[in-house]
């Protein structure tokens, strides 16, 4: 089980930039495809972006394609998500996950919250 811990979040005002991290406890980080998602109120929780084991290979919602970027640093158990360009439909709580190979998202943190204002 893995345990992750997102931090980083704020309020920020429209155009700005954030960098989230998400902190994982444990062996094993590396063999994780990783991924950020966010949950506004009222609405579903949605992917973001994942990274593959390595880091070489990622993927991004269009929403958010061009604007944001996800990286990891595997020698600190680390994933980040830098968010530019921010718009106030951005604001949401913002969570990683982790897929430790069975195409399941495990491991939900408390999420950290960031707030765009216009």
């Known amino acids: 089980q893995v345990q992750l811990v997102e931090s980083g979040g704020g309020l920020v005002q429209a155009g700005g930039s954030l960098r989230l991290s998400c902190a994982a406890s444990g062996r094993g980080f590396s063999t994780y495809v990783m991924g950020w998602f966010r949950q506004a109120p009222g609405k579903s929780r949605e992917i973001l972006a994942r990274?593959?084991?390595?880091?070489?290979?990622?993927s991004y919602a269009d929403s958010v394609k061009g604007r944001f970027t996800i990286s990891r640093d595997n020698a600190k158990n680390t994933v980040y998500l830098q968010m530019n360009i921010l718009k106030p439909e951005d604001t949401a709580v913002y969570y990683c996950a982790a897929d430790m190979g069975s195409g399941v998202w495990d491991g939900w943190g408390q999420g950290t919250q960031v707030t765009v204002s216009s």
């Open positions: 990274i593959n084991k390595s880091g070489a290979i990622t």
